[in-house]
């Protein structure tokens, strides 16, 4: 073999590498998993629904409404919630499908929407046992961190949604402009 077939066979296993670089990092960019988003979206739809129906039950205790107005309120707020739960458990059940920044989402979501879970079940519990207080502070403060936990919750799944939107319009405006792929994913 001469000095110039050498380099024309080092020149192609060179470009060769390239490319397939090139295209690693193209999927590299594109390895969010599409469930785990879907899933997060659905988790955001949840909690926006339960943060407003907390808001009405927050305003639900400066009124005079019955307890059982109260029952109502805080029942819409837990079927809201076991949606969310429902659809958190398939995102965790999913996990290792997901992308860093996702699993990130999973991992931060995880213990707020467990703390919601069990600040409203001692909420319903607190109204079941004390239905003809709930003019007192002690049942004021169930709701009133309850609601805090969920509009945590909403902001916080709104932020990982917004998130995934901005990324996936920077990927396809990167691929339409034809530019090199971007460095990684935000830790």
Do not use: C
Not at 78 to 99: F, T, V, Y
Not at 145 to 170: G, H, P, Q, R, W
């Amino acid at each position: 073999m001469n000095t110039r077939s050498t380099f024309r066979w080092a020149k192609y296993v060179v470009t060769i590498a390239i490319a397939i670089a090139f295209a690693f990092a193209a999927k590299a960019q594109s390895n969010d998993s599409a469930r785990i988003n879907d899933l997060l979206k659905n988790v955001k739809s949840h909690a926006a629904l339960a943060t407003h129906d907390a808001e009405m039950l927050q305003s639900f205790t400066r009124s005079d409404l019955s307890w059982q107005s109260h029952a109502i309120q805080i029942n819409m707020i837990k079927e809201h919630i076991n949606n969310l739960i429902e659809d958190h458990n398939a995102m965790i059940a999913a996990r290792e499908e997901a992308s860093p920044w996702q699993q990130k989402a999973i991992d931060r979501t995880d213990p707020v929407v467990k703390e919601i879970a069990d600040r409203l079940t001692a909420t319903i519990d607190h109204l079941n046992n004390n239905q003809n207080k709930i003019k007192l502070q002690a049942y004021r403060d169930y709701v009133h961190s309850s609601y805090e936990l969920i509009t945590t919750l909403d902001k916080m799944v709104n932020d990982f949604v917004n998130y995934e939107e901005a990324k996936s319009k920077a990927d396809t405006l990167e691929q339409d402009l034809e530019l090199p792929a971007s460095s990684g994913e935000a830790q």
